[in-house]
């Protein structure tokens, strides 16, 4: 029974020795030169951080590359024959394109040249209908007390367009995105009032006059409603 035993116990720490021996040839020892094992997050590791020369500056990594230069200023758009270069016009003209970039200041004198022509045609015959669409409410209403009273008289006014010989912006001011552009006209016209028996009373038939005027056109920028109205007139010198 005691022989038994002993033989059994034997038996068990001869296979204790051998599963340690096998355990340590698969694994091996550690020596203490083994590496750390892997920091998702290790400083030590990144790039070097270098220091200026002479004092305890750090600077940060690639702070010695050239940096990208900034984009170079806008140069003033070219309003040869509209405005001259730094002028109030020329900067009046810049706002409003900043604030539309599709305006044309070109485009606008063609468009107020029709605008003036068909006005005078319209104040002149009377057409209430055309003349609203293109006057503000204070100009229309004084539109319409002059032509009010020349119907009183049983008066007629003929204009004959015979040309525009000028028209240039000599004012651009915006606020809060509305823009008022002011043109000067030269133009030459053949202008006479007549009376009901039909004899002219004022201007001619026949005669060419120079008539200077100076409108003011108004619109807000950036609006889908491409018209402009007429908002101020005054004689021109």
Not at 111 to 128: L, N, P, T
Not at 152 to 158: A, G, I, M, P, S
Not at 196 to 204: C, I, M, W
């Amino acid at each position: 029974m005691q022989d038994s035993f002993d033989v059994t116990t034997i038996i068990f720490l001869a296979l204790a020795v051998f599963v340690i021996w096998r355990l340590r040839s698969v694994l091996g020892q550690k020596t203490g030169t083994e590496r750390s094992p892997f920091k998702p997050v290790d400083r030590s590791r990144t790039e070097p951080q270098a220091r200026s020369e002479g004092d305890n500056v750090v600077r940060l990594p690639g702070a010695d590359r050239v940096q990208p230069a900034a984009p170079p200023a806008q140069a003033p758009r070219d309003w040869r024959g509209i405005a001259e270069p730094g002028s109030e016009v020329a900067r009046g003209l810049e706002a409003c394109v900043q604030a539309e970039p599709s305006f044309d200041p070109r485009a606008f004198l063609e468009g107020a040249k029709s605008a003036y022509e068909a006005i005078m045609i319209a104040f002149a015959k009377g057409d209430r209908k055309t003349l609203r669409g293109l006057l503000s409410k204070e100009v229309g209403e004084a539109f319409e007390r002059a032509i009010a009273e020349r119907e009183r008289n049983r008066q007629t006014l003929e204009t004959t367009f015979v040309s525009i010989d000028k028209a240039e912006i000599v004012a651009v001011e915006v606020r809060n995105r509305v823009a008022q552009v002011t043109v000067r006209f030269l133009s030459n016209l053949i202008t006479a009032t007549r009376n009901a028996e039909g004899k002219v009373v004022d201007g001619s038939a026949e005669t060419v006059v120079e008539v200077p005027d100076v409108w003011t056109f108004a619109r807000t920028l950036g609006s889908r409603d491409p018209n402009w109205q007429l908002v101020a007139t005054e004689a021109g010198a």
